[in-house]
Protein backbone atom coordinates (compact mmCIF):
# COMPACT_ATOMS: atom_id res chain seq x y z
CA UNK A 1 0.00 0.00 0.00
CA UNK A 2 1.05 3.73 -1.20
CA UNK A 3 2.75 5.55 2.03
CA UNK A 4 0.94 8.86 2.74
CA UNK A 5 2.64 11.90 1.32
CA UNK A 6 4.81 13.90 3.67
CA UNK A 7 4.68 17.50 4.54
CA UNK A 8 4.41 19.94 1.80
CA UNK A 9 1.70 21.69 -0.21
CA UNK A 10 -0.41 21.42 -3.31
CA UNK A 11 -2.83 23.11 -5.81
CA UNK A 12 -6.17 20.94 -5.60
CA UNK A 13 -7.30 18.59 -2.80
CA UNK A 14 -9.77 16.71 -2.49
CA UNK A 15 -11.65 15.37 0.56
CA UNK A 16 -14.73 12.87 0.36
CA UNK A 17 -17.12 11.23 2.33
CA UNK A 18 -20.88 10.93 3.62
CA UNK A 19 -20.84 13.34 6.26
CA UNK A 20 -24.04 11.49 7.88
CA UNK A 21 -23.47 13.65 10.04
CA UNK A 22 -21.03 16.09 9.87
CA UNK A 23 -18.40 15.90 13.08
CA UNK A 24 -15.55 17.36 14.06
CA UNK A 25 -13.27 14.68 12.68
CA UNK A 26 -14.62 16.16 9.38
CA UNK A 27 -14.13 19.45 10.54
CA UNK A 28 -10.59 19.11 11.04
CA UNK A 29 -10.02 17.28 7.80
CA UNK A 30 -11.29 19.85 5.73
CA UNK A 31 -9.17 22.38 7.65
CA UNK A 32 -6.21 20.58 6.74
CA UNK A 33 -6.70 20.30 3.74
CA UNK A 34 -7.07 23.94 3.56
CA UNK A 35 -3.75 24.62 4.84
CA UNK A 36 -2.04 22.25 2.80
CA UNK A 37 -3.89 23.19 -0.32
CA UNK A 38 -4.54 26.36 -2.71
CA UNK A 39 -7.96 25.11 -3.86
CA UNK A 40 -10.23 22.36 -1.69
CA UNK A 41 -12.67 20.27 -3.46
CA UNK A 42 -15.42 18.75 -0.95
CA UNK A 43 -17.81 16.09 -2.33
CA UNK A 44 -19.97 14.86 -0.34
CA UNK A 45 -21.64 11.59 -1.81
CA UNK A 46 -25.21 9.97 0.14
CA UNK A 47 -27.43 7.51 -0.64
CA UNK A 48 -31.36 7.51 -1.39
CA UNK A 49 -31.60 5.03 2.12
CA UNK A 50 -29.83 7.19 4.40
CA UNK A 51 -32.49 9.70 6.68
CA UNK A 52 -30.62 12.78 6.46
CA UNK A 53 -31.29 14.61 3.26
CA UNK A 54 -28.01 15.30 0.84
CA UNK A 55 -29.27 19.11 0.89
CA UNK A 56 -29.15 19.14 4.79
CA UNK A 57 -25.52 17.35 4.85
CA UNK A 58 -24.76 20.37 1.58
CA UNK A 59 -26.08 23.49 4.01
CA UNK A 60 -24.05 22.06 7.26
CA UNK A 61 -20.63 22.41 5.05
CA UNK A 62 -21.41 24.76 3.28
CA UNK A 63 -22.20 26.80 6.50
CA UNK A 64 -19.28 25.62 8.36
CA UNK A 65 -16.77 25.92 5.75
CA UNK A 66 -17.59 28.04 3.11
CA UNK A 67 -13.99 28.56 1.96
CA UNK A 68 -14.51 25.51 -0.01
CA UNK A 69 -15.74 24.42 -3.10
CA UNK A 70 -18.58 21.77 -2.56
CA UNK A 71 -19.93 19.22 -4.97
CA UNK A 72 -22.46 16.58 -4.07
CA UNK A 73 -24.67 13.96 -6.12
CA UNK A 74 -26.59 10.75 -5.09
CA UNK A 75 -23.98 7.66 -5.44
CA UNK A 76 -26.42 4.41 -4.38
CA UNK A 77 -23.78 1.64 -5.54
CA UNK A 78 -23.59 -0.43 -2.45
CA UNK A 79 -20.20 0.05 -0.65
CA UNK A 80 -17.76 -3.12 -0.93
CA UNK A 81 -14.11 -2.91 -0.15
CA UNK A 82 -13.14 -5.76 -2.15
CA UNK A 83 -15.50 -4.81 -5.12
CA UNK A 84 -13.07 -4.16 -8.24
CA UNK A 85 -16.93 -3.01 -10.02
CA UNK A 86 -18.04 -1.08 -6.93
CA UNK A 87 -14.89 0.75 -6.84
CA UNK A 88 -15.01 1.34 -10.98
CA UNK A 89 -18.96 2.90 -10.23
CA UNK A 90 -18.14 4.88 -7.29
CA UNK A 91 -14.63 6.22 -9.40
CA UNK A 92 -17.10 6.91 -12.44
CA UNK A 93 -19.36 9.43 -10.21
CA UNK A 94 -16.18 10.97 -8.16
CA UNK A 95 -14.69 12.06 -11.58
CA UNK A 96 -17.59 12.84 -13.13
CA UNK A 97 -18.56 15.73 -10.13
CA UNK A 98 -14.67 17.19 -10.03
CA UNK A 99 -14.47 20.21 -11.66
CA UNK A 100 -10.63 19.80 -12.25
CA UNK A 101 -7.97 16.93 -11.86
CA UNK A 102 -6.59 17.20 -7.99
CA UNK A 103 -3.43 16.60 -7.39
CA UNK A 104 -4.19 15.45 -3.51
CA UNK A 105 -6.30 13.11 -1.49
CA UNK A 106 -6.86 13.97 1.83
CA UNK A 107 -8.65 10.78 4.18
CA UNK A 108 -8.16 9.47 7.84
CA UNK A 109 -8.54 5.78 6.59
CA UNK A 110 -6.63 3.89 4.30
CA UNK A 111 -8.93 4.16 1.40
CA UNK A 112 -7.47 7.02 0.57
CA UNK A 113 -4.36 5.49 -1.31
CA UNK A 114 -6.31 3.50 -3.53
CA UNK A 115 -8.40 6.72 -4.57
CA UNK A 116 -5.78 9.03 -4.83
CA UNK A 117 -4.15 6.30 -7.25
CA UNK A 118 -7.60 6.14 -9.18
CA UNK A 119 -7.33 10.00 -9.32
CA UNK A 120 -3.39 10.42 -10.18
CA UNK A 121 -3.14 12.16 -7.29
CA UNK A 122 -0.84 12.06 -4.13
CA UNK A 123 -2.60 10.43 -0.63
CA UNK A 124 -2.54 13.19 2.58
CA UNK A 125 -3.45 11.04 5.66
CA UNK A 126 -4.83 13.11 7.86
CA UNK A 127 -5.05 11.99 12.13
CA UNK A 128 -4.83 8.54 11.04
CA UNK A 129 -6.56 6.12 13.61
CA UNK A 130 -8.70 9.51 14.53
CA UNK A 131 -6.07 9.46 17.33
CA UNK A 132 -6.81 13.53 17.73
CA UNK A 133 -10.32 13.75 17.13
CA UNK A 134 -12.54 9.95 18.55
CA UNK A 135 -15.26 10.41 16.70
CA UNK A 136 -17.29 8.57 13.89
CA UNK A 137 -20.72 9.15 11.92
CA UNK A 138 -21.21 5.28 13.48
CA UNK A 139 -21.26 6.42 16.69
CA UNK A 140 -23.02 9.78 16.52
CA UNK A 141 -25.57 8.08 14.93
CA UNK A 142 -26.41 5.27 17.34
CA UNK A 143 -25.76 7.98 20.46
CA UNK A 144 -25.77 11.99 19.08
CA UNK A 145 -26.02 13.03 22.81
CA UNK A 146 -23.00 11.57 24.04
CA UNK A 147 -21.61 13.12 21.21
CA UNK A 148 -23.03 16.51 21.19
CA UNK A 149 -19.19 18.06 21.84
CA UNK A 150 -18.89 16.82 18.53
CA UNK A 151 -21.56 18.65 16.28
CA UNK A 152 -21.30 22.28 15.32
CA UNK A 153 -24.35 24.44 15.82
CA UNK A 154 -26.34 23.27 12.23
CA UNK A 155 -25.94 20.02 12.90
CA UNK A 156 -27.34 20.25 16.61
CA UNK A 157 -30.63 21.97 15.29
CA UNK A 158 -31.13 18.74 12.92
CA UNK A 159 -30.65 16.52 15.51
CA UNK A 160 -32.30 18.29 18.26
CA UNK A 161 -36.46 17.02 18.59
CA UNK A 162 -38.98 19.49 19.94
CA UNK A 163 -41.27 19.08 22.89
CA UNK A 164 -44.19 21.35 22.31
CA UNK A 165 -46.19 22.71 25.17
CA UNK A 166 -49.93 24.22 24.65
CA UNK A 167 -53.45 24.72 25.64
CA UNK A 168 -55.99 27.30 25.94
CA UNK A 169 -56.05 30.38 27.96
CA UNK A 170 -54.62 30.49 31.34
CA UNK A 171 -53.68 26.41 31.41
CA UNK A 172 -50.34 27.27 32.71
CA UNK A 173 -48.61 26.38 29.38
CA UNK A 174 -45.67 28.60 29.85
CA UNK A 175 -45.31 27.70 33.74
CA UNK A 176 -44.89 24.26 32.53
CA UNK A 177 -42.96 24.53 29.75
CA UNK A 178 -40.03 26.51 32.01
CA UNK A 179 -40.25 24.05 34.52
CA UNK A 180 -40.47 20.93 32.54
CA UNK A 181 -36.99 22.60 29.97
CA UNK A 182 -35.55 22.94 33.96
CA UNK A 183 -36.18 19.06 34.93
CA UNK A 184 -34.48 18.10 31.30
CA UNK A 185 -31.56 20.47 31.35
CA UNK A 186 -32.26 22.26 28.26
CA UNK A 187 -33.33 25.74 27.20
CA UNK A 188 -37.29 26.50 26.77
CA UNK A 189 -38.97 28.39 23.78
CA UNK A 190 -41.33 31.43 24.98
CA UNK A 191 -44.26 32.56 22.77
CA UNK A 192 -43.78 35.17 20.24
CA UNK A 193 -47.59 35.16 19.45
CA UNK A 194 -47.50 37.08 23.36
CA UNK A 195 -45.28 39.62 22.38
CA UNK A 196 -46.74 40.06 19.31
CA UNK A 197 -50.27 40.87 20.58
CA UNK A 198 -48.86 43.10 23.24
CA UNK A 199 -46.78 45.40 20.45
CA UNK A 200 -49.14 45.16 17.60
CA UNK A 201 -50.75 48.45 16.16
CA UNK A 202 -54.03 49.08 17.63
CA UNK A 203 -53.36 46.43 20.19
CA UNK A 204 -56.24 43.84 21.32
CA UNK A 205 -59.15 46.26 20.33
CA UNK A 206 -58.24 46.17 16.57
CA UNK A 207 -59.54 43.12 14.46
CA UNK A 208 -56.94 40.25 13.66
CA UNK A 209 -55.53 40.26 10.16
CA UNK A 210 -54.45 36.93 8.83
CA UNK A 211 -50.96 37.94 7.33
CA UNK A 212 -50.09 38.74 11.30
CA UNK A 213 -50.32 35.08 12.28
CA UNK A 214 -47.68 33.94 9.22
CA UNK A 215 -45.13 37.02 10.57
CA UNK A 216 -45.97 34.61 14.05
CA UNK A 217 -45.12 31.65 12.93
CA UNK A 218 -42.09 32.56 11.26
CA UNK A 219 -40.86 33.88 13.98
CA UNK A 220 -41.74 31.28 16.16
CA UNK A 221 -40.11 28.73 14.10
CA UNK A 222 -36.91 31.28 13.95
CA UNK A 223 -36.66 31.31 17.63
CA UNK A 224 -36.92 27.58 17.98
CA UNK A 225 -34.50 27.20 15.11
CA UNK A 226 -31.64 29.46 17.37
CA UNK A 227 -32.78 27.06 20.52
CA UNK A 228 -32.33 24.47 18.47
CA UNK A 229 -28.53 25.45 17.73
CA UNK A 230 -27.64 26.31 21.07
CA UNK A 231 -29.09 23.00 22.72
CA UNK A 232 -27.46 21.27 25.56
CA UNK A 233 -28.48 18.57 24.63
CA UNK A 234 -30.96 17.22 21.21
CA UNK A 235 -34.27 18.17 23.14
CA UNK A 236 -36.22 21.65 23.37
CA UNK A 237 -39.00 22.60 24.63
CA UNK A 238 -41.10 25.21 23.35
CA UNK A 239 -44.09 27.47 24.21
CA UNK A 240 -46.70 27.02 21.47
CA UNK A 241 -46.11 26.39 17.86
CA UNK A 242 -47.61 26.33 14.39
CA UNK A 243 -50.51 24.44 14.76
CA UNK A 244 -51.45 26.08 17.93
CA UNK A 245 -50.89 29.23 16.05
CA UNK A 246 -53.38 27.45 13.27
CA UNK A 247 -55.61 26.78 16.16
CA UNK A 248 -55.99 30.81 17.54
CA UNK A 249 -55.88 31.86 13.71
CA UNK A 250 -59.55 30.05 13.96
CA UNK A 251 -60.71 31.62 17.12
CA UNK A 252 -59.58 35.27 16.00
CA UNK A 253 -59.72 35.44 12.53
CA UNK A 254 -62.39 32.64 11.74
CA UNK A 255 -63.93 31.57 8.29
CA UNK A 256 -62.00 28.80 6.64
CA UNK A 257 -59.28 26.60 7.92
CA UNK A 258 -56.48 28.43 7.71
CA UNK A 259 -55.07 25.30 5.30
CA UNK A 260 -51.75 27.20 4.65
CA UNK A 261 -51.03 27.47 8.37
CA UNK A 262 -52.03 23.62 8.72
CA UNK A 263 -49.79 22.38 6.06
CA UNK A 264 -46.94 24.30 7.68
CA UNK A 265 -47.77 22.21 11.08
CA UNK A 266 -47.44 18.96 9.05
CA UNK A 267 -43.92 19.80 7.52
CA UNK A 268 -42.54 20.84 11.14
CA UNK A 269 -44.25 17.90 13.58
CA UNK A 270 -42.53 17.82 16.79
CA UNK A 271 -41.52 14.59 18.65
CA UNK A 272 -44.44 15.48 21.69
CA UNK A 273 -46.98 17.12 22.06
CA UNK A 274 -48.03 18.02 25.98
CA UNK A 275 -51.39 19.56 26.49
CA UNK A 276 -52.02 22.09 29.47
CA UNK A 277 -55.29 20.72 31.37
CA UNK A 278 -57.74 23.01 32.27
CA UNK A 279 -58.13 22.36 35.55
CA UNK A 280 -56.26 24.98 37.45
CA UNK A 281 -57.97 28.55 38.05
CA UNK A 282 -58.91 31.25 35.42
CA UNK A 283 -56.64 34.08 35.84
CA UNK A 284 -57.23 37.11 33.87
CA UNK A 285 -53.81 39.17 33.12
CA UNK A 286 -55.64 42.06 30.26
CA UNK A 287 -54.49 39.99 27.44
CA UNK A 288 -57.23 36.90 27.53
CA UNK A 289 -60.46 36.70 26.21
CA UNK A 290 -62.40 34.98 29.16
CA UNK A 291 -62.84 32.19 31.21
CA UNK A 292 -65.87 31.72 29.14
CA UNK A 293 -64.17 30.67 26.27
CA UNK A 294 -61.22 28.48 27.57
CA UNK A 295 -63.41 25.09 27.74
CA UNK A 296 -64.20 25.60 24.30
CA UNK A 297 -61.00 26.17 23.27
CA UNK A 298 -59.47 23.49 24.91
CA UNK A 299 -62.01 21.07 23.38
CA UNK A 300 -60.48 22.25 20.40
CA UNK A 301 -57.35 21.66 20.65
CA UNK A 302 -58.13 17.77 22.35
CA UNK A 303 -59.74 17.26 18.73
CA UNK A 304 -57.10 18.79 16.75
CA UNK A 305 -54.24 16.53 18.54
CA UNK A 306 -56.17 13.41 18.66
CA UNK A 307 -56.19 14.14 14.70
CA UNK A 308 -52.32 14.24 14.60
CA UNK A 309 -49.90 11.37 14.20
CA UNK A 310 -48.00 12.62 17.03
CA UNK A 311 -47.79 11.31 20.30
CA UNK A 312 -49.65 13.45 22.77
CA UNK A 313 -50.92 13.85 26.88
CA UNK A 314 -52.73 15.99 28.61
CA UNK A 315 -51.39 16.99 31.88
CA UNK A 316 -53.32 18.01 34.87
CA UNK A 317 -52.60 19.09 38.62
CA UNK A 318 -49.52 20.56 40.17
CA UNK A 319 -46.86 22.09 38.70
CA UNK A 320 -44.70 18.97 39.96
CA UNK A 321 -47.69 16.68 38.59
CA UNK A 322 -47.40 17.95 35.29
CA UNK A 323 -43.90 18.03 34.90
CA UNK A 324 -43.53 14.47 36.11
CA UNK A 325 -46.28 12.97 33.72
CA UNK A 326 -45.07 15.13 30.86
CA UNK A 327 -41.22 13.57 31.79
CA UNK A 328 -42.66 10.15 31.18
CA UNK A 329 -44.45 10.99 28.42
CA UNK A 330 -40.92 12.33 26.51
CA UNK A 331 -39.10 9.39 28.07
CA UNK A 332 -41.56 7.20 25.67
CA UNK A 333 -41.57 9.02 22.76
CA UNK A 334 -37.77 8.74 22.51
CA UNK A 335 -37.81 5.35 23.28
CA UNK A 336 -40.45 4.97 19.97
CA UNK A 337 -38.43 7.31 18.09
CA UNK A 338 -37.12 5.64 15.01
CA UNK A 339 -33.11 6.13 14.78
CA UNK A 340 -31.49 6.99 11.70
CA UNK A 341 -31.00 4.71 8.88
CA UNK A 342 -27.49 2.53 8.41
CA UNK A 343 -25.28 3.35 5.13
CA UNK A 344 -25.97 1.79 2.14
CA UNK A 345 -22.68 -0.44 2.49
CA UNK A 346 -21.54 -4.00 2.83
CA UNK A 347 -19.07 -5.50 5.63
CA UNK A 348 -15.63 -3.87 5.24
CA UNK A 349 -12.68 -6.49 3.68
CA UNK A 350 -9.46 -6.58 5.54
CA UNK A 351 -7.41 -3.24 5.15
CA UNK A 352 -5.16 -4.43 2.82
CA UNK A 353 -7.72 -4.88 0.28
CA UNK A 354 -8.78 -1.57 -1.91
CA UNK A 355 -12.12 -0.23 -1.04
CA UNK A 356 -14.22 2.42 -2.61
CA UNK A 357 -13.76 5.66 -1.93
CA UNK A 358 -17.54 6.55 -0.50
CA UNK A 359 -17.11 3.44 2.19
CA UNK A 360 -18.34 4.75 5.92
CA UNK A 361 -14.56 4.57 7.24
CA UNK A 362 -13.79 7.08 4.74
CA UNK A 363 -15.92 9.91 6.35
CA UNK A 364 -18.81 8.73 7.31
Not at 149 to 176: H, M, Q, Y
Not at 186 to 202: A, D, F, I, N, Q
Not at 236 to 249: E, G, I, R
Request: hydrophobic letters at 45%; charged letters at 25%.
Amino acid sequence: MPEPAPAGRFAHGLVLGKFYPLHAGHAHLIRTAQQRCDEVTVMLLASSVESVPLSERAAWIAEDHPGVRLVAATDDTPVDFGSAAAWDAHTRVITGLLPAPVDAVLTSDDYGAELARRLDATWVQVDPGRALTPVSGRAVRADPAAWWWALSAPVRRWFTDRVVVLGAESTGSTTLAAALAERLGTLWVPEYGREHSETRVGGLATPWRADEFDLIVDRQVALEDQARRRAPRPLVVCDTDVLATALWFERYVGGARPRALYDRAAAHRPLLYVLTGDDIPFVQDGMRDGEHLRASMQQRFREELAAQPVAWVEVHGTVTERVDAALEAVRAAQAAAPGLADPLELAPAPASAAGPAVDEPAAS
